[in-house]
């Protein structure tokens, strides 16, 4: 099984930066892909923004030019830069990796326990 950890969610005012953090820990074989998802009261959870094994991303364009998806992969690691942050990115941020666990296994994908981000003043 693979765990993933997040961190960094908090209160911050229109104009801030956050950064967010995930770390996948467990029984690990491969990572694949890696990625934020954000689930607002009373809307469907949408990607943010992903990261391939290969560091190609994608992001949402509501995020483009605002928000930066890196990772590490020594540290099994994915962040989220969140700049120039909106009343509207206000949700609860989800880390996905899809990973596998031994040789054998089938990729499978993973989620965090979600973080709190609110964009108020």
């Known amino acids: 099984q693979v765990q993933l950890v997040e961190s960094g969610g908090g209160l911050v005012q229109p104009g801030g930066s956050l950064r967010l953090s995930c770390a996948a820990s467990?029984?690990?074989?491969?990572?694949?892909?890696m990625g934020w998802y954000r689930q607002a009261p009373g809307k469907q959870r949408e990607l943010v923004a992903v990261?391939?094994?290969?560091?190609?991303?994608n992001y949402a364009d509501s995020v483009k030019d605002r928000f930066t998806i890196s990772r590490d992969n020594a540290k099994s690691t994915v962040y989220l830069q969140m700049n120039m942050l909106k009343p509207e990115d206000t949700a609860v941020y989800y880390c996905?990796?899809?990973?596998?666990?031994?040789?054998?296994?089938?990729?499978?994908?993973?989620w965090g326990q979600g973080t709190q981000v609110t964009v108020s003043s």
């Open positions: 990261v391939t094994g290969g560091d190609t991303t």
């Open positions: 996905n990796a899809n990973a596998k666990s031994s040789l054998r296994s089938a990729s499978s994908d993973y």
């Open positions: 467990g029984s690990i074989f491969r990572v694949n892909a």
